[in-house]
Each structure stands twice: as C-alpha cells, then as structure tokens.
C-alpha cells in the first residue's frame, strides 16, 4: 500500500468531509446562543429581583446555567441539541458544563477514579489551566506595573 | 420597553460570541476544546485591558454567559485578590473568582455520571 505523504492525506480529508453549510450553521449558532444569554439575562432580572446584590446574582445565574446543562446533557438534550446549535452551544458556560459532564456520563464504564473522576477534566482541564495560568500573568503583570 | 432592549442586547451580543465560535469552527477547523480555551483566554486579555467591563455593562448576560466573561472574571479576580493581598493574589485570584463555576460544574456532572445509565452508543 501506498504511504501518503501529508498534503496527499489532508486534500483525501478535504474531499470526504461534507461541505460547511455556513449560511445555515453561522445563523443557527447565534440564535441558539443569543437565547441561552437571553436566558441568562432573565434569571439575573429574576434573582436581582429577590433580592441578590449583583455580584451574587451573577454566580447564582452561572450555577443556574450549569445546572440547567448538566442535566439536559444527563438526558441527552444537550448533544444533540449541539449537533445543530455548534458553537451556540459551546461557547455560553452552559458548554462549559456540558464539555464537563459529557465525558463523564460516556466514560462511566471506566469507573469511577479513571472513567468519570478523570474524564470530568478531559475538556475543562485545559480550559481551565490556560485560563488561570493566563490570569497568573496578568497578576503578576498587574502586581509589578499596576 | 427598557427592560426588551435589556434582554434585545443581550441575545444581540451573546449570539454574536456565538456567531464569532462558529465562524471559527467553520473556517478555521479549531476543534471545540481550543475555542473553549481561545475564548476563555481571550476574555482575560479583554478583562485586563478593560475592554470588557464596559461590554458586561452594555449588554449584561450576553457578555457574562459566554466563556470570555468567564476569562474577564478571572482577570477581574486576580486584580482584585493583587489589591488586597499583594503578590499572594497573583496565585489566589483567578481560582477564587472562579471557584463556584467550576465546583457547580464537577458536583453537577459528577451526581449526573453517577445517577446515570451508562449511555447506549448507537
């Protein structure tokens, strides 16, 4: 068999994988995830509303969020509401939660230290050391020049 | 009436975070976790430069619920966690103000994995 050299293999890529319909995706993704901020919005009024001082409805509406997605990706609303939403689905916290949940539900089979415990931070782990080592920098920048 | 434009800007702003992803997705092939880490890290630059602050005000919700205002809150943590306890809270700052996010996150998912069937992978 013939070995591909890599510019061989990526015009093989391009050919099988389906044309991006983004006059449909681009559209797609804004409104679902306009409505998830919308959303969001609405439970700040709400809990600003009852009485929260800002700070603290702004995390109640995160964890609100994330509740809200964990358990839509436990009954499995969430993926397939992505194969159609995109990135109206991965950038909101709620894709956030969902990249959080998702592994862990899949790999469950794997137990409970290697399948769930680890699969947890497949996805959130990096996002969640590139963005403390991200705001470290700006610490030390902000401590030494600020 | 005031209250629509509030919820009109942040679905506007919000869908545009999105639309933005998605171009992402579309043109440049990133896949889903290095949009995640791009925004999140991008949302600290914007918080650090204090380009992000006046869009939270602006558009509330659609600037907060994507994941750049998750980085815009870590650099916020940060600068304020410096101001109170100096070089301490160059280390303490961004897990702080984004402590109850993650921990909603992990409990969640975790009694969701374990309340669970195991999923049929058709």
Do not use: H
């Not at chain 1, 809990?47 to 603290?56: A, F, I, M, R, V």
């Not at chain 1, 996805?123 to 991200?134: D, F, H, K, L």
């Amino acid at each position: 068999m013939k070995k591909l050299t890599k510019n061989e293999y990526s015009t093989l890529a391009d050919k099988a994988s389906p044309p991006t319909k983004s006059y449909r995706t681009i559209p797609t993704a804004f409104l679902v995830g306009g409505l998830i901020c919308t959303l969001g919005q609405g439970l700040l009024n709400l809990y600003q509303y009852l009485g929260l001082p800002e700070k603290t409805a702004s995390a109640a509406v995160s964890v609100s969020l994330i509740f809200l997605s964990v358990l839509a990706t436990g009954l499995n609303v969430y993926d397939n509401l992505a194969k159609y939403a995109g990135a109206g689905t991965l950038v909101p916290i709620t894709g956030f939660a969902n990249a959080v949940a998702s592994p862990a539900l899949e790999f469950k089979s794997e137990g409970l230290i290697l399948g769930i415990g680890a699969k947890l931070f497949t996805i959130s782990g990096p996002v969640i050391v590139y963005g403390i080592a991200a705001s470290c920098v700006y610490g030390l920048l902000y401590y030494l020049f600020g | 009436m005031e209250m629509l434009w509030e919820y009109a800007k942040a679905f506007l702003v919000g869908g545009a975070f999105c639309a933005v992803g998605q171009v992402l997705i579309d043109y440049t092939k990133l896949t889903p976790a290095r949009i995640l880490v791009t925004y999140v890290v991008a949302g600290v630059v914007l918080g650090a430069l204090g380009v992000y602050q006046p869009l939270i005000d602006f558009a509330g919700a659609g600037a907060t619920v994507p994941l750049t205002g998750f980085g815009a809150a870590l650099a916020k943590g940060v600068r304020e966690a410096v101001d109170k306890d100096g070089l301490l809270g160059v280390l303490t700052g961004g897990l702080t103000a984004s402590s109850a996010g993650i921990t909603a996150a992990m409990v969640f998912g975790l009694i969701a994995a374990l309340i669970s069937k195991p999923k049929d992978k058709a």
